[in-house]
């Protein structure tokens, strides 16, 4: 893409969007309580004045229907924890994320923990055939049943958004699109990559650019290079933020804190530069965990990053 028309896509995304608020509270795909309350503590912390600050306007608010306990305990031998809830909360997301984009709006789903990415994509993917994926995360979540050590499903999202899980695929969720290609994924910030997960990286030539390559880079250049990548020959790509990206002494409400993240800066600068691309159709923001932060501190960064990536700046 040219300066000239990544500068015309920069004045768009600057104008008014109509926003749909998707609201995903499931903490079930995790390994410990409390993402499913992120969504409320989200919306607590102010984000719908700010949304409203920056002239956006707001479809009225979906609540995702989500099992908020176990149905039954899971089967001897079980690989994949909580399964039947994570599958029937991924079809509920799919029809609710492909209904937004339907109407027009730009998605914005909160979570609710990593697995809620499962449904996400797939409803973009039923609109975007070729969907770009920036994936900013501490971790890759591209375990499959035979690499999870957990169990846990959020760790998953991505293996199985690439077709890579035997047990569970888009083709089981009605309405979904085409499996994501490798080509148009991107992953940002990752730094606790499990050895399975790394191996199948490899193996795909997925680019994965490590907290390593942003202390080398400088985030920048990094995310200018994760641009060209998940903006290259797509027809929509989605932003999926994992707040656990950030060092864990600005987000210390996460379930799986991993130290030497993205520092504050780094976070809202990465944000602020996917909003003046123009080329983001859709963002989550899952894993925040007030249970973990009476304060609300992460949840206040949520917003407060949400803000950057739909066009607020200094000046």
Not at 61 to 71: E, I, L, T
Request: glycine fraction near 10%; charged fraction near 20%.
């Amino acid at each position: 893409m040219s300066m000239m028309e990544r500068e015309a896509k920069a004045v768009v995304q600057k104008q008014a969007m109509k926003l749909q608020l998707i609201h995903v509270p499931f903490g079930l795909g995790a390994g410990r309580a409390g993402t499913e309350l992120g969504p409320g503590d989200i919306l607590h912390a102010g984000l719908v004045r700010q949304i409203r600050n920056l002239g956006h306007d707001l479809a009225d608010d979906v609540w995702v229907s989500c099992a908020d306990k176990p149905a039954a305990a899971p089967a001897p031998g079980e690989r994949l924890k909580h399964f039947a809830e994570v599958a029937e909360m991924s079809r509920n997301v799919c029809t609710e994320v492909s209904a937004a984009v339907e109407s027009g709006a730009f998605p914005l789903i909160l979570g609710g923990d990593h697995s809620i990415a499962i449904g996400t994509m797939a409803g973009l993917a039923a609109h975007y055939p070729s969907l770009g994926v920036v994936w900013i995360d501490a971790h890759t979540d591209m375990n499959t049943e035979a690499t999870t050590h957990s169990g846990n499903m959020h760790g998953m999202s991505l293996a199985i958004a690439l077709g890579k899980l035997r047990s569970f695929s888009y083709a089981d969720i009605p309405g979904a699109g085409p499996s994501i290609k490798k080509g148009n994924i991107v992953m940002v910030a990752a730094r606790d990559i499990d050895p399975g997960e790394r191996e199948l990286i490899r193996k795909e030539g997925i680019a994965c650019f490590t907290m390593h390559d942003i202390d080398r880079l400088g985030i920048h250049a990094v995310m200018e290079k994760a641009l060209e990548i998940a903006g290259s020959g797509t027809d929509g790509v989605h932003l999926s933020f994992d707040i656990d990206s950030v060092d864990p002494v600005e987000a210390p409400g996460v379930g799986t804190p991993v130290r030497g993240g993205l520092s504050y800066r780094e976070a809202h600068f990465a944000l602020e530069l996917l909003a003046e691309s123009g080329l983001i159709t859709s963002m989550e923001v899952v894993e925040v965990n007030s249970l973990l932060d009476p304060s609300g501190r992460t949840a206040r960064l949520a917003v407060e990053l949400i803000a950057s990536m739909l066009g607020k700046r200094i000046i």
